[in-house]
Protein backbone atom coordinates (compact mmCIF):
# COMPACT_ATOMS: atom_id res chain seq x y z
CA UNK A 1 0.00 0.00 0.00
CA UNK A 2 1.67 3.93 -0.94
CA UNK A 3 1.65 5.54 2.11
CA UNK A 4 -0.12 8.71 2.24
CA UNK A 5 2.87 11.12 2.89
CA UNK A 6 2.98 14.46 5.47
CA UNK A 7 6.52 14.33 5.72
CA UNK A 8 7.79 17.80 6.04
CA UNK A 9 10.62 17.12 3.63
CA UNK A 10 12.55 15.51 1.82
CA UNK A 11 8.89 15.65 0.20
CA UNK A 12 6.47 13.62 -1.88
CA UNK A 13 6.93 13.65 -5.24
CA UNK A 14 4.22 13.13 -8.40
CA UNK A 15 4.15 9.64 -8.90
CA UNK A 16 4.61 10.12 -12.46
CA UNK A 17 7.61 11.97 -11.77
CA UNK A 18 9.53 9.48 -9.57
CA UNK A 19 8.69 6.87 -12.43
CA UNK A 20 10.61 9.19 -15.05
CA UNK A 21 12.99 9.95 -12.20
CA UNK A 22 13.88 6.66 -12.06
CA UNK A 23 13.55 5.35 -15.71
CA UNK A 24 16.42 7.55 -16.45
CA UNK A 25 18.44 6.84 -13.82
CA UNK A 26 18.50 3.33 -15.83
CA UNK A 27 18.60 4.76 -19.20
CA UNK A 28 18.50 8.60 -19.62
CA UNK A 29 17.29 9.92 -23.29
CA UNK A 30 17.79 6.40 -24.91
CA UNK A 31 21.47 6.90 -25.04
CA UNK A 32 21.71 3.86 -23.20
CA UNK A 33 23.13 5.86 -20.09
CA UNK A 34 22.25 6.79 -16.44
CA UNK A 35 21.35 10.01 -15.95
CA UNK A 36 23.89 10.25 -13.32
CA UNK A 37 26.45 8.51 -15.56
CA UNK A 38 26.72 11.62 -18.21
CA UNK A 39 28.50 14.60 -18.34
CA UNK A 40 26.86 17.67 -17.31
CA UNK A 41 28.39 19.35 -20.22
CA UNK A 42 27.02 17.08 -22.50
CA UNK A 43 23.52 18.34 -24.53
CA UNK A 44 21.43 16.59 -23.10
CA UNK A 45 21.60 17.55 -19.55
CA UNK A 46 22.40 21.16 -20.65
CA UNK A 47 19.15 21.08 -22.24
CA UNK A 48 17.44 19.50 -18.81
CA UNK A 49 19.47 22.73 -16.58
CA UNK A 50 18.10 25.14 -19.33
CA UNK A 51 14.60 23.70 -19.09
CA UNK A 52 14.27 23.97 -15.86
CA UNK A 53 15.92 27.51 -15.30
CA UNK A 54 13.05 28.54 -17.66
CA UNK A 55 10.47 26.65 -16.29
CA UNK A 56 11.01 28.30 -13.16
CA UNK A 57 11.04 31.68 -14.09
CA UNK A 58 7.89 30.91 -16.04
CA UNK A 59 5.68 29.46 -13.29
CA UNK A 60 7.04 32.97 -11.19
CA UNK A 61 5.68 35.21 -13.88
CA UNK A 62 9.12 36.90 -14.59
CA UNK A 63 10.50 35.74 -17.63
CA UNK A 64 12.18 38.56 -19.88
CA UNK A 65 11.87 40.51 -16.93
CA UNK A 66 14.99 41.35 -16.01
CA UNK A 67 15.37 37.97 -13.43
CA UNK A 68 17.82 34.80 -13.62
CA UNK A 69 17.12 31.59 -12.25
CA UNK A 70 20.24 29.76 -10.90
CA UNK A 71 20.49 26.19 -9.47
CA UNK A 72 23.45 25.90 -6.87
CA UNK A 73 24.72 23.74 -3.91
CA UNK A 74 23.98 23.88 -0.18
CA UNK A 75 20.86 24.07 0.48
CA UNK A 76 18.94 27.36 2.11
CA UNK A 77 21.63 27.22 4.83
CA UNK A 78 24.07 27.98 1.94
CA UNK A 79 22.14 31.33 1.06
CA UNK A 80 21.62 32.30 4.43
CA UNK A 81 25.11 33.53 3.98
CA UNK A 82 25.28 34.02 0.17
CA UNK A 83 22.68 36.37 0.55
CA UNK A 84 24.32 38.50 2.69
CA UNK A 85 28.08 38.38 1.01
CA UNK A 86 26.34 39.63 -2.60
CA UNK A 87 23.69 42.18 -0.75
CA UNK A 88 24.70 43.41 2.89
CA UNK A 89 27.39 46.71 2.42
CA UNK A 90 26.26 48.59 5.91
CA UNK A 91 22.63 47.44 7.31
CA UNK A 92 20.10 44.63 6.61
CA UNK A 93 16.54 44.24 7.77
CA UNK A 94 15.10 41.04 9.27
CA UNK A 95 11.52 39.54 9.90
CA UNK A 96 12.27 36.32 12.76
CA UNK A 97 9.44 34.23 12.59
CA UNK A 98 11.21 31.32 13.07
CA UNK A 99 13.95 28.95 12.94
CA UNK A 100 15.07 29.44 9.29
CA UNK A 101 15.02 32.73 9.78
CA UNK A 102 16.89 32.96 12.72
CA UNK A 103 19.71 30.78 11.36
CA UNK A 104 19.96 33.47 8.89
CA UNK A 105 19.99 36.48 10.93
CA UNK A 106 22.68 34.23 12.63
CA UNK A 107 24.79 33.66 9.30
CA UNK A 108 24.34 37.19 7.98
CA UNK A 109 26.19 39.30 11.05
CA UNK A 110 29.05 38.00 9.72
CA UNK A 111 28.77 40.70 6.87
CA UNK A 112 27.22 43.36 8.66
CA UNK A 113 24.55 45.13 10.59
CA UNK A 114 21.25 43.45 11.24
CA UNK A 115 17.94 45.21 12.78
CA UNK A 116 15.82 42.60 13.58
CA UNK A 117 12.44 44.35 12.92
CA UNK A 118 10.17 42.35 14.99
CA UNK A 119 9.95 38.76 16.02
CA UNK A 120 7.53 36.03 16.91
CA UNK A 121 9.75 34.12 19.16
CA UNK A 122 7.56 35.64 22.64
CA UNK A 123 5.00 33.12 21.62
CA UNK A 124 7.43 30.45 20.18
CA UNK A 125 6.67 31.29 16.77
CA UNK A 126 2.77 30.65 16.42
CA UNK A 127 2.14 33.69 14.80
CA UNK A 128 3.17 36.05 12.12
CA UNK A 129 4.25 39.75 13.35
CA UNK A 130 2.56 42.77 11.71
CA UNK A 131 2.96 46.53 11.39
CA UNK A 132 6.57 46.83 11.69
CA UNK A 133 9.10 49.30 10.35
CA UNK A 134 11.54 48.23 7.89
CA UNK A 135 14.77 51.25 7.76
CA UNK A 136 15.18 53.29 5.06
CA UNK A 137 18.73 52.85 4.77
CA UNK A 138 18.79 49.22 4.88
CA UNK A 139 20.12 47.33 2.01
CA UNK A 140 18.05 44.96 1.65
CA UNK A 141 15.29 42.92 3.61
CA UNK A 142 14.81 39.72 4.85
CA UNK A 143 11.60 37.18 5.11
CA UNK A 144 10.76 33.55 5.16
CA UNK A 145 7.40 32.91 4.01
CA UNK A 146 6.52 29.75 5.42
CA UNK A 147 7.76 28.59 8.34
CA UNK A 148 7.75 24.62 8.07
CA UNK A 149 8.41 23.80 12.11
CA UNK A 150 5.73 26.22 13.14
CA UNK A 151 2.87 26.31 10.75
CA UNK A 152 2.69 29.92 9.65
CA UNK A 153 2.81 31.57 6.90
CA UNK A 154 3.26 35.03 5.47
CA UNK A 155 -0.23 35.54 3.68
CA UNK A 156 1.00 39.44 2.72
CA UNK A 157 4.34 41.35 2.31
CA UNK A 158 5.10 44.96 3.45
CA UNK A 159 6.12 47.21 0.48
CA UNK A 160 9.99 48.93 1.08
CA UNK A 161 12.43 50.86 -1.31
CA UNK A 162 14.84 48.80 -0.63
CA UNK A 163 15.45 45.15 -2.23
CA UNK A 164 13.01 42.41 -0.83
CA UNK A 165 14.67 38.67 0.11
CA UNK A 166 12.66 35.32 0.32
CA UNK A 167 13.53 32.18 1.64
CA UNK A 168 10.45 30.03 0.03
CA UNK A 169 11.61 27.04 0.46
CA UNK A 170 8.76 25.31 2.05
CA UNK A 171 5.91 27.12 -0.42
CA UNK A 172 7.83 27.90 -3.47
CA UNK A 173 5.41 27.28 -6.47
CA UNK A 174 2.09 26.62 -3.95
CA UNK A 175 0.86 29.91 -4.01
CA UNK A 176 0.16 32.92 -6.72
CA UNK A 177 1.85 36.43 -5.74
CA UNK A 178 3.30 39.32 -7.87
CA UNK A 179 6.87 38.10 -8.21
CA UNK A 180 8.08 40.86 -9.42
CA UNK A 181 8.10 42.49 -6.09
CA UNK A 182 10.43 40.33 -4.44
CA UNK A 183 14.07 40.75 -5.83
CA UNK A 184 15.80 37.75 -4.53
CA UNK A 185 13.81 34.21 -3.97
CA UNK A 186 15.47 31.32 -3.03
CA UNK A 187 14.34 27.63 -2.19
CA UNK A 188 15.92 23.89 -1.18
CA UNK A 189 14.01 21.95 -3.94
CA UNK A 190 13.53 19.27 -1.31
CA UNK A 191 10.09 21.11 -0.01
CA UNK A 192 7.89 20.95 -2.68
CA UNK A 193 10.05 20.78 -6.08
CA UNK A 194 12.33 17.40 -6.10
CA UNK A 195 14.97 15.49 -3.94
CA UNK A 196 17.52 17.52 -1.50
CA UNK A 197 20.67 18.23 -3.24
CA UNK A 198 19.96 21.63 -4.93
CA UNK A 199 18.73 25.22 -3.93
CA UNK A 200 16.79 27.35 -6.39
CA UNK A 201 17.69 30.88 -6.41
CA UNK A 202 15.90 33.64 -8.36
CA UNK A 203 17.34 36.84 -8.47
CA UNK A 204 16.78 40.32 -10.20
CA UNK A 205 20.28 41.31 -11.55
CA UNK A 206 20.12 44.60 -11.23
CA UNK A 207 20.74 44.32 -7.40
CA UNK A 208 24.09 42.58 -7.84
CA UNK A 209 27.09 44.11 -8.35
CA UNK A 210 27.64 46.74 -5.75
CA UNK A 211 29.77 45.08 -3.16
CA UNK A 212 33.09 46.63 -2.48
CA UNK A 213 34.23 43.48 -0.69
CA UNK A 214 35.96 40.62 -2.78
CA UNK A 215 33.07 37.44 -3.03
CA UNK A 216 34.79 34.19 -3.69
CA UNK A 217 33.56 32.61 -7.20
CA UNK A 218 31.31 29.56 -5.73
CA UNK A 219 29.54 32.48 -2.98
CA UNK A 220 29.60 34.90 -5.98
CA UNK A 221 25.53 35.17 -7.89
CA UNK A 222 27.07 36.72 -10.90
CA UNK A 223 29.78 34.34 -11.74
CA UNK A 224 26.56 31.56 -11.26
CA UNK A 225 24.78 33.85 -13.76
CA UNK A 226 27.69 33.98 -16.39
CA UNK A 227 28.28 30.34 -16.28
CA UNK A 228 24.72 29.50 -16.95
CA UNK A 229 24.37 27.58 -12.94
CA UNK A 230 26.88 25.04 -14.74
CA UNK A 231 30.05 27.09 -12.74
CA UNK A 232 30.94 23.90 -11.00
CA UNK A 233 29.08 20.12 -11.40
CA UNK A 234 25.16 20.62 -10.89
CA UNK A 235 23.63 18.37 -8.72
CA UNK A 236 22.57 16.62 -11.70
CA UNK A 237 19.96 13.87 -10.64
CA UNK A 238 17.77 16.66 -8.25
CA UNK A 239 18.11 19.44 -10.96
CA UNK A 240 16.27 16.83 -13.10
CA UNK A 241 13.99 15.66 -10.75
CA UNK A 242 13.21 19.37 -10.32
CA UNK A 243 13.00 19.83 -14.32
CA UNK A 244 10.37 17.23 -13.92
CA UNK A 245 8.16 18.33 -11.12
CA UNK A 246 8.06 21.80 -12.92
CA UNK A 247 6.35 20.28 -16.00
CA UNK A 248 3.84 18.51 -13.96
CA UNK A 249 3.55 21.51 -12.55
CA UNK A 250 2.58 22.82 -16.08
CA UNK A 251 0.46 20.53 -16.94
CA UNK A 252 -1.87 20.70 -13.88
CA UNK A 253 -2.24 24.34 -14.63
CA UNK A 254 0.48 25.99 -12.98
CA UNK A 255 0.36 27.73 -9.55
CA UNK A 256 -2.64 29.01 -10.34
CA UNK A 257 -4.36 25.78 -10.45
CA UNK A 258 -2.17 23.83 -7.47
CA UNK A 259 -2.92 27.12 -5.40
CA UNK A 260 -7.00 25.92 -5.78
CA UNK A 261 -5.90 22.04 -4.73
CA UNK A 262 -3.65 23.36 -1.97
CA UNK A 263 -6.48 25.84 -0.20
CA UNK A 264 -9.12 22.46 -0.70
CA UNK A 265 -6.77 20.48 0.83
CA UNK A 266 -5.74 23.26 3.75
CA UNK A 267 -9.31 23.96 4.31
CA UNK A 268 -10.57 20.56 4.55
CA UNK A 269 -7.70 19.47 7.24
CA UNK A 270 -8.32 23.10 9.20
CA UNK A 271 -11.95 22.65 9.10
CA UNK A 272 -11.73 19.35 11.24
CA UNK A 273 -9.12 21.01 13.38
CA UNK A 274 -11.47 23.43 14.71
CA UNK A 275 -14.59 21.57 14.53
CA UNK A 276 -13.17 18.24 16.54
CA UNK A 277 -12.71 18.98 20.12
CA UNK A 278 -10.19 16.32 20.70
CA UNK A 279 -7.70 18.64 18.42
CA UNK A 280 -6.51 21.80 18.72
CA UNK A 281 -4.30 24.05 15.74
CA UNK A 282 -1.16 25.63 17.00
CA UNK A 283 -0.66 28.56 14.91
CA UNK A 284 -2.87 31.99 14.89
CA UNK A 285 -5.58 31.27 12.73
CA UNK A 286 -5.14 34.06 10.80
CA UNK A 287 -0.87 32.94 10.14
CA UNK A 288 -2.11 29.10 9.52
CA UNK A 289 0.09 27.86 6.63
CA UNK A 290 -1.24 25.93 3.49
CA UNK A 291 1.60 23.95 3.75
CA UNK A 292 2.25 22.53 7.14
CA UNK A 293 -0.79 22.67 9.74
CA UNK A 294 0.37 22.19 12.80
CA UNK A 295 -1.88 21.06 15.68
CA UNK A 296 -2.12 19.01 18.88
CA UNK A 297 -4.39 16.52 20.94
CA UNK A 298 -6.22 18.42 23.37
CA UNK A 299 -6.00 14.96 26.01
CA UNK A 300 -2.59 13.27 26.16
CA UNK A 301 -4.50 10.63 26.99
CA UNK A 302 -5.48 9.57 23.59
CA UNK A 303 -1.89 10.07 21.71
CA UNK A 304 -1.33 6.26 22.29
CA UNK A 305 -4.84 5.56 19.93
CA UNK A 306 -3.94 8.58 17.56
CA UNK A 307 -1.00 7.14 16.89
CA UNK A 308 -1.99 3.50 16.12
CA UNK A 309 -4.81 4.65 14.23
CA UNK A 310 -3.16 6.97 11.95
CA UNK A 311 -0.21 4.43 11.29
CA UNK A 312 -2.53 1.65 10.41
CA UNK A 313 -3.90 3.54 8.19
CA UNK A 314 -0.60 4.00 6.22
CA UNK A 315 -0.11 8.13 7.13
CA UNK A 316 3.22 8.59 7.29
CA UNK A 317 5.44 11.81 8.59
CA UNK A 318 2.83 13.72 10.86
CA UNK A 319 4.70 13.72 14.27
CA UNK A 320 4.88 17.15 14.47
CA UNK A 321 8.79 18.79 15.24
CA UNK A 322 10.11 18.47 18.42
CA UNK A 323 10.05 22.43 19.10
CA UNK A 324 5.90 22.64 18.72
CA UNK A 325 5.09 18.92 19.68
CA UNK A 326 2.26 17.33 18.36
CA UNK A 327 1.62 16.87 15.14
CA UNK A 328 2.41 18.14 11.69
CA UNK A 329 0.57 17.30 7.95
CA UNK A 330 2.57 19.05 5.34
CA UNK A 331 0.32 19.21 2.33
CA UNK A 332 2.91 19.92 -0.23
CA UNK A 333 1.88 20.06 -3.93
CA UNK A 334 1.89 16.70 -5.04
CA UNK A 335 0.13 15.60 -1.65
CA UNK A 336 -3.62 14.35 -2.99
CA UNK A 337 -6.74 15.66 -1.77
CA UNK A 338 -7.40 11.88 -0.80
CA UNK A 339 -4.56 12.10 1.77
CA UNK A 340 -6.09 14.57 3.61
CA UNK A 341 -9.39 13.19 3.86
CA UNK A 342 -7.87 9.92 5.07
CA UNK A 343 -6.39 11.98 7.82
CA UNK A 344 -9.68 13.64 8.46
CA UNK A 345 -11.48 10.24 8.66
CA UNK A 346 -8.93 9.29 11.19
CA UNK A 347 -9.43 12.21 13.29
CA UNK A 348 -13.16 11.46 13.13
CA UNK A 349 -12.61 7.83 14.32
CA UNK A 350 -10.71 8.78 17.33
CA UNK A 351 -14.05 10.66 17.87
CA UNK A 352 -15.80 8.54 18.06
CA UNK A 353 -14.13 6.01 19.46
CA UNK A 354 -13.32 8.58 22.75
Request: charged share 20%; glycine share 8%; net charge negative.
Amino acid sequence: MKKHNFSAGPCILPQEVLQQAAAAVTNFNGLDLSLIEISHRSKDFVEVMETARSLALEHLGLTGKGYQALFLLGGASMEFLMVAYNLLQQKAAYLNTGTWSSKAIKEAKLFGSLVEVASSKDQNFKYIPKGYTIPNDADYFHCTSNNTIFGTQMHAFPTMDCPLVCDMSSDIFSRQLDFSTFDLIYAGAQKNMGPAGTTLVVVKEEILGKMDRPIPSMLDYQVHIGKDSMFNTPAVFPVYVSMLTLKWLKDLGGVPEIEKINTSKASLLYSEIDRNPLFEGFAAKEDRSLMNATFNLTEGANKEAFDTLWQDAGINGLNGHRSVGGYRASMYNALPLESVQILVDVMQTLEKQA
